[in-house]
């Protein structure tokens, strides 16, 4: 079935310093890709999506471009703050129905001053 | 606004007790649904619902039981907790099934003893 793999966290970085967290996909279709974001004691929230080859999201500074020569969708900021520290999940639809969405498992960003 | 709103926040059972977790959202959506969230393994749904008046399993349905009440609110509800039920719960709703923008509330930690 279909599935999404994210590296391992916990991500630490300085303030400023350049941020990628990796992801890949297996999908026998052409899924939609997402981010989504967890900041401490909340839910999830859409950080951003692409729903085709080459497409970029971005959404506050982060971008993801959706590769499907290497089953990649990964996650880009040029700077990073301390207000960035959290949990990041990559995710994917087949795009047929919500009830299909397939979340990675997450990796946590600490950014310190 | 409020959004989606979850109780409560906290819980602790012991084995066998029962349970309701309550999900509220005030953005007239049509679709709602439960994930849990487990160290290393992402979310995973429980159950959805995509209008009022239906639900269907999710990838992890045993041991639950939900029930749409109106188009606002959807329960979650354990009928005899296990220890492998200890989780974060979210609950979350889109506008419609095939809207992929999820938004979640801030989630249910429970501990079955």
């Known amino acids: 079935g279909d599935s999404v793999t994210q590296m391992e966290g916990p991500v630490t970085l300085s303030e400023e310093a350049f941020l990628t967290i990796n992801c890949t996909y297996t999908?026998?279709?052409?899924?939609?890709l997402f981010w989504y974001v967890q900041y401490p004691g909340e839910g999830l929230q859409l950080l951003l999506k692409?729903?085709?080859?080459?497409d970029k999201g971005s959404n506050k500074g982060f971008e993801a471009t959706y590769r499907k020569e290497t089953t990649s969708f990964h996650l880009e900021k040029g700077s990073v703050q301390v207000s960035d520290s959290a949990v990041y999940f990559c995710a994917l639809s087949d795009g047929t129905g919500f009830q299909k969405l397939v979340f990675g498992t997450g990796t946590r960003l600490l950014v310190s001053p | 606004n409020a959004g989606v709103t979850q109780t409560p926040k906290f819980q602790v059972l012991k084995t066998g007790q029962s349970m309701t977790l309550q999900c509220a959202q005030d953005?007239?959506?049509?679709?709602m649904y439960w994930y849990r969230q487990d160290p290393g393994m992402g979310l995973r749904l429980i159950y959805y619902s995509a209008s009022e008046g239906t639900t269907d399993k999710g990838e992890v349905p045993n041991g639950y039981n939900v029930s749409r009440l109106n188009k606002r609110e959807f329960s979650l509800r354990l009928e005899s907790a296990a220890p492998s039920q200890t989780s974060v719960y979210f609950c979350?709703?889109?506008?419609?099934?095939?809207?992929?923008?999820?938004?979640f509330g801030s989630g249910t930690q429970l501990s079955v003893l």
């Open positions: 692409a729903t085709k080859a080459d």
């Open positions: 953005m007239n959506h049509n679709s």
């Open positions: 979350a709703s889109t506008r419609t099934a095939t809207n992929e923008k999820l938004f």
């Open positions: 999908a026998t279709g052409y899924p939609s």
